[in-house]
């Protein structure tokens, strides 16, 4: 069963820029017709989807996310990467990356904690 787990910086200052890497196991991320997508939890609020890289290696951002995002990948370490810049105390949130298969079912990693502060 393929694993995902995010790994990063737990805090982050604000007006740097937030990376996180997400290392898939147990598949690969050029299997045809999965998408990598990035979401996050904010505290005390609903999760929102951040963007996502498909098989192909296209990606595609959440507008308002859009300027400030880059989701990429390294194939030979079959990972995945989030960065995030400029961000604010507002982009504190735990971070998720999340695969989705050609049925649309979803298949989380645990999540890592970010904290944008001084």
């Known amino acids: 069963q393929v694993q995902l787990q995010e790994s990063g910086p737990g805090l982050v200052k604000p007006s740097q820029t937030l990376s996180l890497t997400c290392t898939v196991s147990n598949g690969s991320i050029t299997t045809d017709y999965y998408w990598w997508s990035w979401i996050r939890q904010p505290p005390g609020k609903g999760l929102e989807w951040i963007g996502y890289i498909a098989w192909t290696g296209t990606s595609y951002y959440r507008a308002a996310l859009k300027s400030r995002t880059s989701i990429s990948r390294d194939t030979s370490k079959n990972a995945v990467f989030l960065q995030l810049s400029s961000v604010t105390p507002e982009d504190t949130a735990v971070y998720y990356c999340?695969?989705?298969?050609?049925?649309?079912?979803?298949?989380w990693g645990q999540g890592t904690q970010v904290t944008v502060s001084s």
């Open positions: 999340a695969r989705t298969d050609p049925g649309s079912i979803w298949t």
